[in-house]
């Protein structure tokens, strides 16, 4: 007998978390919605259905939309993901008949087994005759009342003084996000967030910044500048230098000189220094 069909809910504001449905997608069939689709159609199209809703930071309009779809499908299974997690939010989602509870990053051999043996409780039951199940709807949790970004700006702002201090150094986003008492997936979050870029776009945006002002500095090779921002390849250097300012570096300097009507450029570094082509 083939698996349950498992329906994949995006509630989150930021974007699905793929490491989820990667998961879930290699052992079981599924079907990808946003809460805005219609359930009851994607229900109508299969036999066995197990659901999904996966949250980041799950306030009172998304969960909402979770109480609504156990009211109205009460025989549907639901497990439910979220990345903001609160022993308030943990006991809402058990009270409102939430199957299983995730906090991510998931543990692939725990939501597989749920999964599973959920799969195997949905086949059993459609062997038995049909009985009316009664769920009652659970006030939300005052914690969803609010965006859940407490705690996460901090953690973007010490991810980067750590990424000041070392500039120069090897950056491993999984050391730096340990460092901060996060995950690599949630501190990419937050800086995606935050900056609007990602975390690895950041560190090499700081680079390329850093390495703009060293270069004005004419007592200083283009090799030294390279090593001094944490690159540790010139050809490298130069390629990534050029993507992000449509020049080489030995261009950038020659311009800068140029520009200054100067064979010597004062060297001045400063956090609150304007980086300009």
């Not at 309009?61 to 497990?79: D, G, T």
């Not at 730096?176 to 690895?200: D, M, P, W």
């Amino acid at each position: 007998m083939e698996k349950a069909t498992v329906v994949l809910v995006d509630a989150t504001q930021y974007g699905a978390d793929p490491a989820v449905a990667r998961v879930i997608a290699a052992r079981f069939p599924t079907v990808n919605v946003c809460i805005q689709d219609d359930l009851a159609g994607v229900y109508a199209s299969h036999d066995r259905v197990i659901t999904c809703f996966e949250f980041d930071f799950p306030d009172i309009s998304s969960l909402s939309i979770l109480s609504e779809a156990k009211q109205q499908f009460a025989s549907v299974p639901l497990l439910m993901f979220t990345e903001q997690h609160s022993e308030a939010l943990a006991v809402w989602a058990l009270r409102t008949r939430v199957w299983d509870y995730f906090v991510k990053p998931v543990s692939a051999p725990i939501v597989v087994e749920s999964l599973n043996r959920l799969d195997r409780l949905l086949v059993e039951s459609s062997n038995r005759s049909p009985r009316n199940t009664i769920v009652q709807k659970q006030p939300l949790p005052d914690d969803a009342r609010f965006q859940k970004h407490r705690g996460e700006d901090k953690c973007v702002e010490s991810a980067m003084a750590y990424i000041e201090q070392h500039l120069s150094d090897k950056l491993m986003q999984a050391d730096i996000a340990e460092l901060c008492g996060t995950n690599s997936y949630q501190l990419s979050r937050a800086f995606k967030r935050v900056h609007g870029i990602t975390f690895q776009d950041y560190i090499m945006k700081r680079r390329i910044e850093k390495a703009i002002l060293l270069l004005r500095n004419n007592s200083a090779s283009v090799i030294d500048v390279c090593w001094a921002v944490g690159f540790h390849d010139a050809s490298h250097f130069t390629k990534m230098f050029h993507r992000h300012t449509g020049m080489t570096p030995s261009q950038y300097r020659h311009r800068w000189i140029t520009a200054r009507g100067e064979s010597t450029v004062p060297f001045q570094l400063s956090a609150d220094s304007p980086v300009k082509l």
